[in-house]
């Protein structure tokens, strides 16, 4: 692979977070990311799969470096940004973009849309008032706020959900960024507005030719969204592919218990067996030896007791973490 086309890649990332530590006892620490690794090129879609507490957030925002990793390595453009000093990071976070979980809280209450957009222009010394104007107008024709001037005005309680986070994607495009982490970005909003939102960032997307990590817990809103999909499952990249590849053979046990949830809109097949694992994702400060999954797997066996499976290719672009499969 030529790296001239990698974007971002992530080398053994661990992200621990320390809970305790006295003088007479051990520290103990919430591993949040437990050794991650994979390459996103340049204009390409990721899908960040996994329940809640399996450590998406965290990857995606030590990725921004918003959390500090712990260990392991984060390139960008091939330049190492695991330990750069805050004050350092100024061109990074131009080049990259953060779409929010929250759009409630993600927007500053006292501002209006016009200062909310023009805050990372000033802080990065960018345009005239007048160009910047010009592009804030720009950024909120293309989220589709129109006619721009019923809404640049406006606050964000004054707002619906689905028009605060498009003021929200649109302050992550203003820097016209390389790399956009969307967390969550439709969790929050009505069901009716999130097809719109998804659609607006997969056409940002591929008109600026952006990569794009979109972290989810809903598998069914990925299909038509990404290139490749990442399941994460308690701090691992449990298996990752192309979408097609993962949706039509999923080979991770956790992988398949997750599309067997998604909702069948055909009646027919409405008693049809689910295969939900039992019990619980494990507690993260202590987590299980072996496959961290292995106790709430039907085919789990001895080795996945005792061992940690490594990461395998069995195909092109697909590569799982799992005792059942052999290389190639």
């Not at 879609?45 to 030590?62: A, C, D, H, M, P």
């Not at 956790?254 to 019990?279: C, H, M, Q, W």
């Not at 990461?311 to 697909?318: L, Q, R, S, Y």
């Amino acid at each position: 692979m030529n790296n001239n086309e990698i974007l971002l890649r992530v080398e053994n990332l661990k992200v621990w977070f320390e809970i305790r530590k006295t003088i007479i006892s051990q520290p103990l620490y919430v591993k949040a990311v437990d050794g991650v690794n994979f390459e996103l090129k340049k204009g390409e879609t990721i899908s960040l799969v996994g329940e809640s507490g399996s450590g998406k957030t965290t990857l995606g925002r030590t990725i921004l470096r918003l959390y500090e990793p712990t260990d392991g390595k984060i390139f960008f453009e091939d330049k190492d940004i695991t330990n750069l000093p805050f004050k350092e990071l100024n061109w990074y976070r131009r080049e990259t973009g953060f779409v929010q979980q929250d759009p409630f809280g993600a927007l500053a209450p006292h501002f209006t849309v016009y200062r909310i957009l023009e805050e990372p222009l000033i802080i990065n010394k960018i345009g005239t008032p007048e160009s910047r104007k010009e592009m804030i107008i720009k950024a909120l024709e293309e989220v589709k706020l129109t006619p721009v001037s019923d809404f640049i005005n406006k606050y964000p309680h004054m707002l619906s959900g689905g028009q605060m986070q498009r003021v929200v994607i649109a302050r992550a495009l203003i820097m016209k960024p390389k790399l956009i982490i969307a967390d969550e970005p439709v969790s929050m909003l009505d069901a009716s507005v999130r097809i719109e939102i998804l659609d607006l960032l997969r056409d940002i997307q591929r008109n600026h030719n952006m990569s794009l990590i979109y972290i989810t817990h809903d598998l069914a809103t990925v299909r038509s969204f990404s290139d490749w999909i990442f399941i994460m499952y308690a701090g691992n990249l449990v298996e990752r592919a192309k979408t097609d590849k993962l949706l039509n053979n999923p080979l991770h046990p956790y992988t398949k218990a997750l599309l067997s949830a998604i909702p069948d809109p055909d009646p027919t097949n409405r008693f049809k067996l689910r295969e939900v694992p039992p019990g619980e994702p494990p507690n993260l400060i202590n987590p299980p030896e072996g496959c961290r999954f292995h106790p709430r797997c039907s085919f789990a066996m001895e080795i996945c007791k005792k061992e940690e499976p490594r990461e395998i290719n069995v195909a092109k672009d697909h590569w799982v973490k799992c005792w059942l499969y052999k290389e190639g």
